[in-house]
């Protein structure tokens, strides 16, 4: 995947609160917050730091954690008979203890911790679990939660921001969207009122001015992709370091008290609380965020539209080679011939041999692996992206080297200007910067490694509160589209008839609206939930457990979704979860089926392994989709052994590819820095 650009996108949000005065503090104060960004580990030192990994993950801290979690909880029932001025009194005490120096604070931690429990208990009605004080003092620690869908992340998460909010220093929750950002504010605000901090949730078409004043909270829920661009225009805009330096010395020179320029970021960066840290820090990190602006192209218009009919006429194999795995296209000589005698219609800048051929090879390889309602939608004249993670729109955003023109052409919608970068960072490099960092998941173990490899992130996994109780059927093989929709179909109208909500999981808005199709065809309403819907997010969700509903979703159901059962529905079995189309990571598909048996809930997963969908067609060879094949039809649908196997080593190909672009990034990063030594001595100034 090429590289998305973001330009101006800004997203819609309530107001914030007027903030109280707080002591104006200007990059120059923001950048000594900033952690020293240290290269790579090359070579001996690498396999030192691997050892290091494997040596940590053995000396896991989970039972000294478990054990302070268990003094956690005793201190707060003991904190129960206190009345709500008592409270209060040691809530500042407690504030007093966070804003000494860390080793001091952690001796007190347990109090603070208990007294901000009881606090959540009166103010939100929820009584924290041992488990989620033992995930909030993992996060405390600076450490990654892995916590079982279900178990109370949110909470978890805003007991720890309450800490790091107390320090005094600012403090940032990362979410996997906008949606969960605001939710999750809304839902912790009375807490944090209670507590004396602010919080706000950033997202939206806001002006610089009122962005800086919700930065300017104690905490802030925000997604990576808007504080890292907010981060970057700092970076760039009149309140860049080097600007800042200069007024700040202009205005010494004129005797008045210097204070910083004005910037997004007012109190800088100093923790990041990474909720769904394995698809933050790990999925969404395989391309860097780049800030650009529109430039002109002379005859761009015309070349791409005149290239996108020819290759519109080229065949695979006699003209050209397509490699799935890599999403690339390579030219033969017949496609270069015919190219060739097109050449005397292009515009003059777009004639030469180079040009013409990038722009023949994007043209096809829009046609092979961009499809719309998978990686796109047109709206309104105008090609919108889909986050491939999320499912959702990502307005504003556009892709790279001339993709998102191809795109424009062959879907026949206005052509624009392409994007000229400004700057860039990959997201790898920016939480490297965090003085603190730390995050919660269901699903990161599987990325212990790289986790520790990159940001020197130990994961710690938290026990469950109650049993799962959770069943899980086996895989159904099926051969095609077709009798996919039709086997799903039928489990879903057998399991309505039990009196059971039912969620279906798929991950295209083609592929929800093609299911939604087959089902009505059948007598069952779906309710469908994909980036067209997005303003019926919540809706649709708060009506999702309910008995004998349906709902059919993409990858926007699958992170921070709390599906609440409806009355007489765990009596029934709980919600069922259907995974129709497997996902290129494991960890993606274990979350839509964390949705299900939650808290101890009854539920149940079925899975669908498709040789027609995206995965089997990409990373599953021509000849292993043959073997599996005849496995099916000797076995009537039912999975093998080997047929298992199969997927699943099209799913580690495919997150081997996506490591290694992640690489690819993190290690274009480092080596920019070395080439510019003059960035380097700057940050070093700064420091």
Avoid at 210 to 224: C, F, P, S
Avoid at 374 to 403: C, I, K, N, W, Y
Wanted: aromatic letters at 6%; hydrophobic letters at 45%; charged letters at 20%.
């Amino acid at each position: 995947m090429n590289t998305m650009s973001d330009t101006s996108a800004w997203l819609n949000l309530a107001p914030a609160p007027t903030p109280a005065a707080v002591p104006a503090t200007g990059l120059i104060g923001r950048a000594r917050t900033l952690a020293p960004l240290t290269p790579l580990p090359q070579g001996v030192d690498a396999l030192y730091q691997t050892l290091q990994g494997h040596w940590m993950r053995w000396r896991n801290p989970r039972s000294q954690l478990m054990a302070q979690s268990k003094r956690t909880a005793a201190a707060f029932d003991t904190l129960m008979g206190l009345t709500d001025e008592e409270l209060q009194t040691r809530l500042e005490q407690a504030r007093a203890w966070m804003r000494l120096e860390p080793q001091q604070a952690d001796g007190h931690l347990e109090e603070v911790l208990a007294v901000v429990g009881q606090l959540a208990w009166r103010r939100l009605g929820l009584k924290p679990y041992t488990v989620q004080f033992m995930g909030a003092l993992v996060l405390q620690r600076g450490l990654l939660a892995e916590m079982a869908t279900g178990e109370g992340k949110t909470l978890t998460v805003g007991l720890a921001a309450v800490l790091a909010g107390l320090t005094g220093r600012p403090c940032h929750v990362i979410t996997a969207n906008d949606y969960l950002a605001g939710r999750d504010a809304e839902e912790m605000g009375p807490l944090f009122a209670a507590c004396g901090l602010r919080v706000t949730s950033m997202a939206g078409d806001l002006e610089p001015a009122e962005r800086a004043l919700r930065y300017d909270a104690d905490v802030v829920y925000l997604t990576a992709k808007e504080l890292l661009a907010d981060y970057l225009r700092d970076q760039m805009g009149e309140a860049s370091p080097a600007m800042d330096e200069q007024h700040c010395f202009a205005q010494w020179l004129r005797g008045e008290a210097p204070h910083g320029a004005s910037a997004l970021l007012v109190r800088g960066l100093h923790t990041a609380i990474v909720d769904e840290a394995d698809s933050i820090l790990i999925d969404e990190a395989v391309t860097p965020l780049i800030l650009a602006a529109p430039r002109e192209s002379r005859g761009l218009q015309d070349a791409v539209r005149l290239i996108s009919d020819l290759a519109n006429t080229l065949l695979e194999g006699p003209d050209y080679e397509a490699q799935p795995k890599g999403q690339s296209v390579t030219l033969l000589a017949s496609a270069k011939a015919q190219l060739t005698d097109l050449s005397s219609q292009l515009p003059p800048l777009w004639r030469p041999a180079p040009r013409r051929e990038e722009l023949l090879r994007q043209a096809l390889v829009v046609r092979h692996f961009f499809h719309p309602g998978q990686h796109f939608v047109v709206q309104d004249d105008e090609v919108v992206l889909l986050d491939e993670f999320t499912g959702r729109m990502t307005p504003g955003r556009s892709l790279t080297a001339g993709l998102h023109q191809a795109i424009e052409a062959s879907e026949g919608v206005t052509i624009t200007d392409p994007n000229q970068s400004l700057t860039q960072m990959s997201f790898q490099t920016f939480f490297r910067r965090f003085r603190k960092l730390s995050g919660c998941s269901g699903t990161i173990r599987e990325a212990a490694s790289e986790v520790w490899r990159v940001y020197g992130l130990q994961v710690v996994r938290v026990p469950t509160h109650r049993p799962r109780l959770t069943i899980y059927h086996a895989p159904i093989l099926v051969p095609d589209l077709v009798q996919k929709w039709h086997a799903i179909a039928q489990e879903v109208a057998q399991e309505l008839s039990r009196g059971r909500p039912v969620l279906v999981g798929v991950r295209s808005v083609t592929a929800s609206e093609a299911l939604a199709r087959v089902l009505r065809a059948q007598g069952i309403e779906p309710r469908v939930l994909n980036a067209l819907a997005h303003a019926e997010e919540a809706a649709i969700v708060s009506g999702a457990g309910q008995r004998g509903v349906v709902t059919i979703a993409t990858n926007m159901a699958g992170r921070g979704t709390d599906i609440r059962l409806g009355q007489g529905v765990p009596e029934a079995g709980g919600l069922h979860v259907i995974v129709a189309e497997v996902n290129e990571s494991g960890r993606i598909d274990r979350q839509l089926a964390g949705r299900c048996g939650r808290q101890g809930d009854f539920g149940s997963v079925s899975t669908y392994l498709c040789l027609a969908d995206d995965l089997a067609q990409r990373m599953m060879p021509a000849p292993w989709r043959q073997l599996v094949l005849m496995v099916m039809r000797s076995s009537a649908g039912k999975t093998s052994r080997l047929a298992g196997w199969a997927f699943a080593r099209a799913q580690h190909r495919a997150e081997a590819v996506a490591f290694q672009r992640r690489w690819s990034v993190l290690r274009s990063d480092d080596w920019m820095k070395s080439a510019l030594p003059f960035e380097g001595r700057q940050r070093s100034q700064r420091s």
